[in-house]
């Protein structure tokens, strides 16, 4: 009987690469003098990129200074000089365009187009002695490099992006001619092009800018840890962790896909890169073709949202948000933790459904008790070493001063080789044969203990991220100069202390994967580098034009002003946008255009949405897009490689997202679950509860808690899970929260506000630009004798004007100021906290319901466990 899952594997290993550089990196792989111009450019570009990242431009050196120092602007201009030259060089024009050499006409527009890019870098004193008045040659040189941007765009991303960023200029210059709600007065072409492409507002603005400064060296820095052998070491560990349960195979590829999103910022790459491993053994304990592939893709994109490398849309939020990277990831920790949670448990619940069975064990199984021994004092090692190391760091810097960084940087050589030391004493790590007849899983501790070391690099960027407080850019650097020395060194070290092999053969193997991580980093930020400077005339459009106030108005009007339709609106476009668009465009274009009017809608509603909510929001959903049929691109890698449908397969892939799509929506309305406010025991209880309530959402959407669930069980199960997740929409319910009294309570006294209270104001005005406008606010009061006292202690000065509360005078940078306050806006209604049970008293109701539900499961699953004994027996 021939192997189903080799009938149905139409795909080889050649060809699941290919997919992923004719996505990723570029089909094309020339040879001769041209293979040595392309790789030799994505070498210089990484190179360069290091060097920018480093302190050793500013460096005084000896005899020559300082020097190779950019500034922002001439930075993007090189940067994008690099990505547009690799775009044509390594993506063919058309399907049949050659792959194996790079045609003349192809060369010619790589170079009229690189030079195009670098035109702000190479003639940057000249362009500063004339803002905002571009001459002949700026207009020439910016439209042939707008063109060949689009072009470029074309090539690496396909036509979607392009087209969007057409209709934008077009908008841009025909303003007058449109419909009269989104008209506007036009620009002429030299205006449209020093906006775009000679200022900072467009190509080469804050997207740009963030993909030259923090992007490519995450990207670089994943690159290094694959070719190290990282993505093999993830996915052994999980396999050994996770193989031996239900369905185990499937949880093994989610928390391998979660390990790999920390190497791969591509859904695509991550799908192929675990999924012709893991696919293989999901179909051989049980699972279709459809439903393997499925677990890979829900499993592969939510990698981008695992921090701490998230997605390159996470590095765009540090920049449009306000807030420091360190602070993106700890609002975005908990979401994705709960999601990848859920995923396990769809896994677990499918495999209940089948009565699936794990893999068999390599070696003598311990009993549960002494792996669980085993794993709590693995546990307490690990805080312990953590602990000495942050004390011990804090030692070492006041007593050595500026020695302390090479002291530190010697320890921690010391430190990597003895891991090598101790890997060395385990057999290497090499895959099994997914397809074989007997599949085994490895050992745990060997497992885990053979690769240690690739896990200090990511210690490196966590501590410079979180406990040094440098900017991503650098804690990038420094974790990727260690990745550069490991795989440099790994190797002979491996060599010496397993007493096999040439040293000088492995240093030289060892030198040749760094410069193929080089390389390929490079090659993999050619589409990212592209996509940022093509959503930049998005932004640039948004910007010139001031459409983002007219659709603020249209979305308001198509939502009839209610918020959960505006985010539903939001979500279906930044669905319909990611079909076409890579997600770091989709997050730029989405979020420029409807983050703002969410807030806006949001504060008229009386629901106060920190910027950061909306933000995630959308990148939640230009995420999903990449699962979305029917143009999931992710769905169809994995279909290539499971042999099943790729439409099923994104279906299916949805139906398993679902508990990530639902997310977005929950923390927009409950921001616990962003850890906002949010002190460290509080965080424990929100994370607990948030499990448990992510848990019961994902049993209802299967239709199965501890058997199959009727339908009444299942509206039940969703019922308590938006009590765990939404406790005080209950609790508003039973108490108000606010007492709401006229904005005249404030003049006459009526109304005793305390001091420090945080009270929300209705405001009837006009905004910045006079336009009509009413919206709610939160203000806290400072200290005073009365509540008008307070009022002004916050920075706001209130007059009687014939009964009404208006706004006399506002202090600059205020608490008031920053409420959105502004002189001669009346404040209508005022809203004063008042005392409320604590809102977590919900839960204890929403967790009795639970108990009946599961007494009445349990039973029919003994009953249901009876009747197939009988009929066995039978």
Same mark, same amino acid.
């Given at each position: 009987?021939?192997?189903?899952?080799?009938?149905?594997?139409?795909?080889?290993?050649?060809?699941?690469?290919?997919?992923?550089?004719?996505?990723?990196?570029?089909?094309?792989?020339?040879?001769?003098?041209?293979?040595?111009?392309?790789?030799?450019?994505?070498?210089?570009?990484?190179?360069?990129?290091?060097?920018?990242?480093?302190?050793?431009?500013?460096?005084?050196?000896?005899?020559?200074?300082?020097?190779?120092?950019?500034?922002?602007?001439?930075?993007?201009?090189?940067?994008?000089?690099?990505? +547009?030259?690799?775009?044509?060089?390594?993506?063919?024009?058309?399907?049949?365009?050659?792959?194996?050499?790079?045609?003349?006409?192809?060369?010619?527009?790589?170079?009229?187009?690189?030079?195009?890019?670098?035109?702000?870098?190479?003639?940057?004193?000249?362009?500063?002695?004339?803002?905002?008045?571009?001459?002949?040659?700026?207009?020439?040189?910016?439209?042939?490099?707008?063109?060949?941007?689009?072009?470029?765009?074309?090539?690496?991303?396909?036509?979607?992006?392009?087209?969007?960023?057409?209709?934008?200029?077009?908008?841009?210059?025909?303003?007058?001619?449109?419909?009269?709600?989104?008209?506007?007065?036009?620009?002429?072409?030299?205006?449209?092009?020093?906006?775009?492409?000679?200022?900072?507002?467009?190509?080469?603005?804050?997207?740009?800018?963030?993909?030259?400064?923090?992007?490519?060296?995450?990207?670089?820095?994943?690159?290094?840890?694959?070719?190290?052998?990282?993505?093999?070491?993830?996915?052994? !560990?999980?396999?050994?962790?996770?193989?031996?349960?239900?369905?185990?195979?499937?949880?093994?590829?989610? !928390?391998?896909?979660?390990?790999?999103?920390?190497?791969?910022?591509?859904?695509?790459?991550?799908?192929?890169?675990?999924?012709?491993?893991?696919?293989?053994?999901?179909?051989?304990?049980?699972?279709?073709?459809?439903?393997?592939?499925?677990?890979?893709?829900?499993?592969?994109?939510?990698?981008?949202?695992?921090?701490?490398?998230?997605?390159?849309?996470?590095?765009?939020?540090?920049?449009?948000?306000?807030?420091?990277?360190?602070?993106?990831?700890?609002?975005?920790?908990?979401?994705?933790?709960?999601?990848?949670?859920?995923?396990?448990?769809?896994?677990?619940?499918?495999?209940?459904?089948?009565?699936?069975?794990?893999?068999?064990?390599?070696?003598? !199984?311990?009993?549960?008790?002494?792996?669980?021994?085993?794993?709590?004092?693995?546990?307490?090692?690990?805080?312990?070493?953590?602990?000495?190391?942050?004390?011990?760091?804090?030692?070492?810097?006041?007593?050595?001063?500026?020695?302390?960084?090479?002291?530190?940087?010697?320890?921690?050589?010391?430190?990597?080789?003895?891991?090598?030391?101790?890997?060395?004493?385990?057999?290497?790590?090499?895959?099994?044969?997914?397809?074989?007849?007997?599949?085994?899983?490895?050992? &745990?501790?060997?497992?885990?203990?053979?690769?240690?070391?690739?896990?200090?690099?990511?210690?490196?960027?966590?501590?410079?991220?979180?406990?040094?407080?440098?900017?991503?850019?650098?804690?990038?650097?420094?974790? &990727?100069?260690?990745?550069?020395?490991?795989?440099?060194?790994?190797?002979?070290?491996?060599?010496?202390?397993?007493?096999?092999?040439?040293?000088?053969?492995?240093?030289?193997?060892?030198?040749?994967?760094?410069?193929?991580?080089?390389?390929?980093?490079?090659?993999?930020?050619?589409?990212?580098?592209?996509?940022?400077? &093509?959503?930049?005339?998005?932004?640039?459009?948004?910007?010139?034009?001031?459409?983002?106030?007219?659709?603020?108005?249209?979305?308001?009007?198509?939502?009839?002003?209610?918020?959960?339709?505006?985010?539903?609106?939001?979500?279906?476009?930044?669905?319909?946008?990611?079909?076409?668009?890579?997600?770091?465009?989709?997050?730029?274009?989405?979020?420029?255009?409807?983050?703002? +009017?969410?807030?806006?809608?949001?504060?008229?509603?009386?629901?106060?949405?920190?910027?950061?909510?909306?933000?995630?929001?959308?990148?939640?959903?230009?995420?999903?897009?990449?699962?979305?049929?029917?143009?999931?691109?992710?769905?169809?890698?994995?279909?290539?490689?499971?042999?099943?449908?790729?439409?099923?397969?994104?279906?299916?892939?949805?139906?398993?997202?679902?508990?990530?799509?639902?997310?977005?929506?929950?923390?927009?309305?409950?921001?616990?679950?962003?850890?906002?406010?949010?002190?460290?025991?509080?965080?424990?209880?929100?994370?607990?509860?948030?499990?448990?309530?992510?848990?019961?959402?994902?049993?209802?959407?299967?239709?199965?808690?501890?058997?199959?669930?009727?339908?009444?069980?299942?509206?039940?199960?969703?019922?308590?899970?938006?009590?765990?997740?939404?406790?005080?929409?209950?609790?508003?319910?039973?108490?108000?929260?606010?007492?709401?009294?006229?904005?005249?309570?404030?003049?006459?006294?009526?109304?005793?506000?305390?001091?420090?209270?945080?009270?929300?104001?209705?405001?009837?005005?006009?905004?910045?630009?006079?336009?009509?406008?009413?919206?709610?606010?939160?203000?806290?009061?400072?200290?005073?004798?009365?509540?008008?006292?307070?009022?002004?202690?916050?920075?706001?000065?209130?007059?009687?004007?014939?009964?009404?509360?208006?706004?006399?005078?506002?202090?600059?940078?205020?608490?008031?100021?920053?409420?959105?306050?502004?002189?001669?806006?009346?404040?209508?209604?005022?809203? +004063?906290?008042?005392?409320?049970?604590?809102?977590?008293?919900?839960?204890?109701?929403?967790?009795?319901?639970?108990?009946?539900?599961?007494?009445?499961?349990?039973?029919?699953?003994?009953?249901?466990?009876?009747?197939?004994?009988?009929?066995?027996?039978?």
């Amino acid at each position: 009987m021939s192997d189903p899952v080799k009938e149905s594997k139409t795909y080889n290993d050649a060809d699941l690469q290919d997919l992923v550089d004719a996505t990723d990196s570029g089909a094309r792989n020339p040879s001769g003098f041209q293979k040595v111009l392309l790789l030799g450019t994505a070498l210089c570009w990484s190179l360069f990129q290091l060097w920018i990242a480093s302190p050793l431009p500013f460096y005084d050196w000896p005899l020559i200074g300082s020097f190779g120092v950019f500034n922002d602007t001439e930075a993007r201009s090189i940067h994008l000089a690099f990505a +547009v030259f690799l775009s044509f060089m390594a993506y063919p024009a058309f399907g049949g365009s050659p792959r194996d050499r790079v045609p003349v006409i192809d060369l010619i527009l790589a170079l009229a187009g690189a030079f195009s890019a670098a035109y702000l870098f190479i003639f940057y004193e000249s362009l500063s002695g004339r803002p905002g008045a571009p001459i002949m040659q700026d207009l020439i040189v910016a439209s042939i490099g707008g063109v060949l941007l689009l072009e470029a765009t074309r090539r690496a991303l396909g036509p979607p992006l392009v087209i969007v960023a057409l209709v934008f200029l077009i908008y841009t210059f025909a303003g007058p001619y449109m419909p009269e709600i989104i008209a506007h007065k036009g620009a002429g072409l030299d205006q449209v092009v020093n906006h775009q492409w000679i200022t900072t507002e467009g190509v080469f603005g804050i997207a740009l800018g963030v993909s030259t400064s923090f992007v490519f060296l995450f990207v670089l820095f994943g690159a290094l840890l694959d070719k190290a052998g990282a993505g093999n070491y993830f996915i052994k !560990v999980a396999f050994s962790l996770l193989g031996h349960m239900r369905g185990g195979p499937a949880k093994a590829a989610v !928390v391998s896909s979660g390990m790999t999103g920390l190497i791969s910022g591509s859904s695509i790459a991550n799908v192929v890169t675990t999924g012709t491993f893991t696919v293989p053994m999901m179909k051989r304990v049980g699972f279709s073709a459809e439903k393997a592939g499925a677990v890979e893709v829900a499993s592969s994109v939510n990698g981008q949202i695992m921090p701490p490398v998230m997605g390159a849309a996470a590095f765009l939020m540090v920049e449009y948000v306000g807030l420091s990277y360190v602070e993106v990831i700890k609002h975005a920790f908990l979401p994705a933790l709960i999601s990848y949670i859920a995923l396990v448990y769809i896994v677990h619940l499918e495999a209940l459904k089948q009565g699936m069975q794990g893999l068999p064990r390599r070696g003598v !199984v311990k009993p549960w008790l002494a792996r669980l021994t085993g794993a709590l004092f693995g546990f307490l090692a690990t805080a312990v070493v953590a602990l000495a190391v942050y004390y011990g760091i804090g030692w070492i810097k006041p007593l050595l001063g500026d020695a302390a960084s090479l002291v530190i940087a010697v320890l921690l050589f010391i430190v990597y080789v003895g891991l090598i030391r101790f890997a060395a004493r385990y057999p290497e790590l090499e895959l099994d044969d997914p397809e074989s007849e007997v599949v085994e899983l490895p050992e &745990t501790g060997p497992t885990v203990k053979s690769g240690l070391h690739y896990i200090l690099p990511v210690v490196v960027l966590v501590w410079c991220l979180m406990v040094e407080r440098l900017s991503p850019g650098l804690s990038a650097f420094w974790a &990727t100069v260690l990745m550069m020395v490991i795989l440099v060194t790994q190797r002979p070290l491996f060599a010496l202390f397993r007493g096999r092999g040439s040293l000088g053969a492995e240093c030289r193997l060892g030198f040749e994967q760094l410069v193929d991580g080089l390389i390929a980093g490079a090659r993999n930020m050619i589409g990212i580098g592209i996509a940022t400077a &093509t959503a930049g005339i998005i932004v640039g459009a948004v910007s010139q034009t001031g459409v983002g106030s007219v659709l603020a108005d249209l979305v308001e009007v198509l939502s009839f002003g209610n918020l959960l339709l505006m985010l539903l609106l939001t979500a279906v476009l930044s669905l319909i946008l990611g079909m076409g668009l890579p997600t770091t465009a989709n997050y730029i274009v989405v979020s420029s255009l409807l983050a703002p +009017v969410i807030v806006t809608l949001g504060q008229e509603s009386g629901l106060i949405v920190p910027l950061i909510a909306v933000h995630l929001f959308v990148f939640y959903f230009g995420i999903m897009a990449d699962v979305t049929p029917p143009v999931g691109l992710a769905s169809f890698a994995a279909a290539a490689v499971s042999g099943g449908d790729p439409i099923r397969t994104g279906f299916v892939a949805f139906f398993y997202s679902l508990r990530t799509a639902i997310l977005p929506f929950l923390f927009i309305f409950n921001t616990d679950l962003l850890l906002i406010n949010v002190d460290w025991w509080h965080g424990i209880a929100v994370f607990v509860i948030s499990t448990i309530g992510i848990l019961l959402f994902t049993a209802a959407s299967q239709g199965y808690f501890l058997v199959r669930s009727r339908l009444y069980e299942s509206a039940l199960l969703l019922v308590i899970a938006f009590s765990l997740f939404r406790p005080g929409f209950w609790m508003d319910q039973i108490v108000e929260p606010y007492q709401a009294r006229g904005g005249e309570a404030l003049l006459d006294g009526s109304v005793d506000i305390p001091a420090g209270a945080q009270v929300r104001l209705h405001i009837i005005g006009e905004d910045a630009i006079g336009n009509p406008r009413e919206f709610v606010t939160l203000l806290t009061l400072g200290e005073g004798d009365t509540t008008r006292e307070r009022l002004v202690e916050a920075g706001a000065e209130l007059m009687d004007d014939n009964g009404k509360a208006l706004v006399d005078m506002v202090t600059f940078d205020s608490a008031a100021e920053r409420a959105g306050l502004m002189f001669d806006q009346v404040i209508a209604q005022v809203e +004063v906290p008042q005392s409320q049970p604590p809102k977590e008293l919900i839960f204890i109701p929403a967790l009795l319901l639970l108990v009946p539900l599961v007494l009445i499961q349990r039973r029919r699953r003994t009953t249901e466990a009876a009747a197939s004994g009988t009929t066995a027996r039978a």
